[in-house]
């Protein structure tokens, strides 16, 4: 004996009724019957679907779901194009390159598939201002005239120590000069360090007598 014959049989006439079969005529019920066994229904139902197209079930969406599916089928179709050759891409748009709906989807892809130019700005060199100093500028600034005894005083001490700096200048140009002078003069000289030049006719005495001196 089946275990869940009792269970299923609780739950006979549990289920709400169907308000189409509800209102049939035990005829018609029959009638309904026969020709879902013979297949009748079945065929009808097929035939209808075809009448529908493949895009019948839209009709049967909600607004929100019509929307869905038009953008997944848009992203679909955007990933086929893309996934084309330039060959395949131009036979698709040729076919449906005037197809309301699919003709924004195929010049997006004819944009991204077309080469952007580079555009290359040439550098532009600015000419270069010529500094011209104002005239004011090239004057001569006038001496700063003392106007108080202190000043006078700073003035005076002043002018001294320029006067030594010049002084003690020309002094170390005129020592550098005589120095020059020195050199050059005993460029040439074939004397060495400590030695004396003695006339040719000088006797044998002098000569030895300074190489002694020397040693």
Do not use: C
């Amino acid at each position: 004996m089946d275990p869940h014959r009792k269970r299923r049989a609780n739950r006979v006439g549990t289920a709400l009724p169907d308000p189409e079969l509800a209102q049939m005529t035990d005829a018609d019920l029959q009638a309904e019957y026969e020709r879902e066994l013979d297949g009748t229904a079945a065929l009808e139902r097929e035939r209808a679907a075809r009448e529908r197209g493949p895009w019948g079930y839209l009709a049967d969406l909600t607004d929100d779901a019509l929307l869905e599916e038009h953008r997944a089928a848009g992203a679909a179709y955007v990933a086929g194009l893309q996934a084309m050759t330039d060959r395949e891409f131009a036979v698709e748009r040729k076919r449906h390159g005037a197809t309301p709906g699919l003709l924004l989807l195929i010049a997006r892809e004819v944009e991204r598939r077309t080469p952007q130019p580079v555009v290359v700005v040439p550098p532009v060199f600015m000419p270069v201002p010529v500094f011209e100093p104002h005239p004011v500028m090239l004057e001569t600034p006038a001496p700063l005239v003392p106007t108080t005894e202190r000043e006078a005083r700073i003035a005076e001490q002043n002018a001294i120590g320029l006067r030594l700096i010049a002084e003690r200048t020309a002094e170390l140009a005129r020592q550098d000069e005589r120095d020059r002078a020195l050199a050059k003069a005993t460029e040439n000289d074939p004397m060495e360090p400590g030695s004396v030049i003695v006339a040719p006719n000088a006797t044998a005495e002098v000569r030895a007598a300074l190489n002694a001196k020397q040693q």
